[in-house]
């Protein structure tokens, strides 16, 4: 994990609107992190600012009628879609770590017929604005249902519901948090000023990790956190990853990797720290598998490990990235483990043959910062730090796929657990927003209803 600089994050300003002909202006400038971000949380909440944002909201049948998704004005603009998307993908910069040749990577890479279409744009809110803590760190975006999506916007953690079309907060960590549940034993304490810089949902738990080594456990229906604590003893020791897993005992799990290269294993139910694994490099993301047994660890190495999640022993090395990798996900069946690199690839791996990958995926100009599964395995989303949100089908051997082509920086994507829906954040300070697409189940006469 590189250290904290957001210089990396490009967000859509003024001069995107064609107000400036010169041609030193660019048409992206610089994160500009909010200290005091409390103001944003009442605009959140505010009715008026609410009717005045839902009017850039943009439906299915405004899209099908003409209108961009993100609600861009392309014709009072100075250049037309296509034009300002062949400007961006030849001046974009990739970040790299690793500066290794990839000369011979794209003679590895599956050849993916695009133009598929698996999912339909639904609905745009720029009612919610995810934010970014960290560049390179994007899941800070979970769906528990195709109406309930929760994300991060400054200090806020929020919930957004697509049946109220309402935003509300369920967190704020700029205020001082004091966990609920006192035990002897317990490692839990006070914290505040959090930057969340990651983020799970799952089994009716919110775990979030932070800047400083934080690590917060709130569950979704109890008031207050019922635990919070720092993991590490140095600053910046930035919890890059959290999982929320069954063990083979069926028991819940929460694991942490932190980039003081500890991954921290801890019960779900009483918070408990039941072990901790240290590797060699900063460990940037982890997930387990369905099954509980196996964990991949990626982080500061071209290598990925696959682990034994009781113990920590690696069991064996996976070896073809070229850079750093910050993002995994597992298919259901618990077979293939894809792996998204700074290299701007993804690989896929077999854990019954894992002398090399079994496929490459690439994408189209930046890292692989994001990566999910359908619950049923039927797709791949694969996000890249911008832009761009791939999604494959698996049953079609990863060879065909849909293309989402939006423009801003992307914090988070989200399958809905009954797969219905796969929601995409994107943070920017003019077209940040929520996408929301819906899953192509060829029930055209739905459509004459909306």
Not at 195 to 213: N, P, R, Y
Not at 236 to 244: F, G, K, P, Q
């Amino acid at each position: 994990m590189d250290i904290f600089d957001n210089s990396d994050l490009e967000y859509l300003v003024d001069d995107f609107h064609g107000f400036s002909d010169s041609e030193d202006d660019e048409p992206f400038g610089e994160f500009d992190h909010k200290s005091e971000a409390e103001s944003d949380f009442e605009d959140d909440l505010d009715p008026t600012h609410q009717e005045s944002e839902t009017k850039t909201d943009t439906s299915a049948l405004e899209a099908r009628n003409g209108k961009d998704i993100q609600g861009i004005p392309w014709e009072r603009l100075n250049y037309s879609r296509d034009q300002y998307r062949h400007k961006r993908l030849q001046q974009y910069k990739n970040f790299e770590s690793l500066f290794r040749s990839r000369q011979d990577l794209d003679k590895e890479c599956l050849q993916v017929e695009k133009g598929k279409h698996y999912y339909d744009f639904q609905f745009n809110t720029r009612l919610v604005k995810s934010t970014i803590a960290h560049f390179q760190l994007r899941n800070l975006l979970w769906a528990t249902s195709k109406h309930d999506v929760y994300f991060m916007k400054n200090y806020s953690l929020m919930h957004w519901s697509s049946l109220l079309q309402r935003s509300k907060e369920v967190l704020n960590v700029a205020k001082p948090i004091v966990p609920t549940m006192k035990q002897p034993g317990l490692l839990s304490q006070s914290i505040s000023r959090v930057q969340i810089s990651t983020m799970a949902v799952k089994d009716e738990l919110i775990v979030a990790g932070g800047f400083q080594g934080e690590l917060i456990c709130k569950r979704i229906n109890e008031p207050g956190v019922a635990f919070c604590t720092v993991l590490t003893s140095v600053e910046n020791d930035i919890t890059n990853s959290v999982d929320i897993y069954n063990a083979p005992s069926g028991s819940l799990r929460v694991i942490t990797a932190n980039n003081d290269c500890t991954v921290r294993v801890l019960d779900a139910t009483n918070f408990t720290l039941l072990n901790s694994f240290t590797f060699d490099w900063s460990v940037n993301n982890i997930t387990a598998s369905p099954d509980g047994k196996l964990v991949a660890v990626l982080g500061d190495s071209p290598e990925c490990l696959l682990a034994d999640a009781g113990s920590g022993k690696v069991i064996h090395s996976l070896q073809g990235h070229l850079d750093y990798s910050f993002s995994s996900a597992w298919h259901p069946n618990g077979q293939i483990l894809a792996t998204g690199n700074q290299d701007t690839t993804c690989r896929l791996w077999d854990v019954r043959n894992l002398s090399k990958s079994l496929k490459v995926l690439k994408g189209n100009m930046g890292a692989i910062r994001a990566l999910r599964f359908t619950c049923d395995g039927r797709f791949l989303a694969m996000a890249e730090p911008a832009d761009f949100v791939h999604v494959f089908d698996t049953e079609a051997g990863y060879s065909q796929c849909e293309e989402i082509d939006l423009f801003g920086e992307i914090a988070g994507i989200s399958f809905s657990p009954d797969t219905e829906a796969l929601f995409v954040g994107v943070a920017d300070r003019t077209y940040g927003s929520l996408l929301e697409f819906s899953r192509k189940r060829n029930h055209l006469y739905l459509d004459s209803i909306f």
